[in-house]
């Protein structure tokens, strides 16, 4: 099958981060991939205890959120237009989701103190479920799944852009708050980053030593996309299930 012809959920993984350097002698491999999403994991940890810190010494750090989450949407649009990049500003990429975790993760920590341990453990289950899922074919990603987790994907990502630009103008949108509207989109968008975990699997899986090596930038940079997704979706829940029960 023809690397131009598949597609995945997430949108870092689209078709022509493959179309260049296929006669690159050195090719992507699953392990090349693993120690640079394992070395950005841990880059991330690193700058999300720090910025954790200063909250608890009383520092505000409601700017590194907003901060890290806006220079991570900017470099992300950067990589989509010059994929030949990708080496040198996925590690910005980390750093900014370093922030933006630091400060998200902080403000949970101040008002709910167990629920970013709890997140981070459900993320790391269902990252190992899903592993586990897909290597014993007990899910197998076929066309019709890749099509409904992309649409939906796409969905979510333009309730959440609009959402974001609304709060601008003190406009609070639906999956605000702690209705049962808010709390279901939130489990519905869980759900999604999990299949997009399956998704990224298979695309992976299916290319590795086929394409050049330069490209585990690329994927590095999906999977930890998918994984922070769903770490910050656990964590959006859990606050909402916190509050709604309390």
Avoid: C
């Avoid at 989450?69 to 990429?93: C, D, E, H, K």
């Avoid at 609009?162 to 003190?170: G, V």
């Avoid at 656990?234 to 709604?244: D, N, T, Y």
Wanted: no cysteine; hydrophobic share 55%; glycine share 6%.
């Amino acid at each position: 099958m023809s690397l131009k012809n598949s597609s995945t959920s997430n949108p870092i993984f689209n078709d022509y981060f493959w179309d260049d350097g296929r006669d690159s002698s050195k090719k992507m491999t699953v392990f090349g991939i693993f120690v640079k999403s394992l070395i950005g994991i841990l880059v991330i940890a690193a700058i999300t205890s720090y910025i954790w810190k200063l909250s608890v010494e009383g520092m505000d750090t409601g700017w590194f959120t907003l901060g890290g989450m806006l220079a991570a949407i900017v470099i992300s649009i950067i990589i989509s237009f010059r994929t030949q990049w990708a080496g040198f500003l996925v590690p910005f990429y980390i750093i900014a989701k370093g922030f933006f975790l630091g400060g998200f993760s902080a403000y949970a920590h101040k008002h709910f103190p167990e629920l970013p341990y709890q997140a981070i453990g459900v993320t790391i289950v269902t990252f190992f479920v899903m592993l586990l899922l897909y290597q014993t074919h007990i899910i197998v990603v076929t066309k019709r799944i890749r099509s409904v987790v992309i649409t939906v994907t796409t969905s979510i990502m333009v309730v959440y852009l609009t959402s974001l630009i609304l709060s601008f103008f003190d406009i609070r949108t639906f999956i605000r708050g702690t209705s049962w509207w808010a709390i279901g989109f939130n489990i519905l968008a869980a759900i999604v980053a999990s299949f997009a975990l399956l998704l990224d699997f298979d695309y992976i899986e299916r290319y590795k030593n086929k394409a050049p090596k330069q490209k585990e930038w690329l994927a590095t940079w999906g999977l930890l996309a998918t994984l922070i997704w769903l770490y910050v979706e656990a964590l959006r829940l859990l606050q909402k299930f916190a509050i709604k029960f309390r």
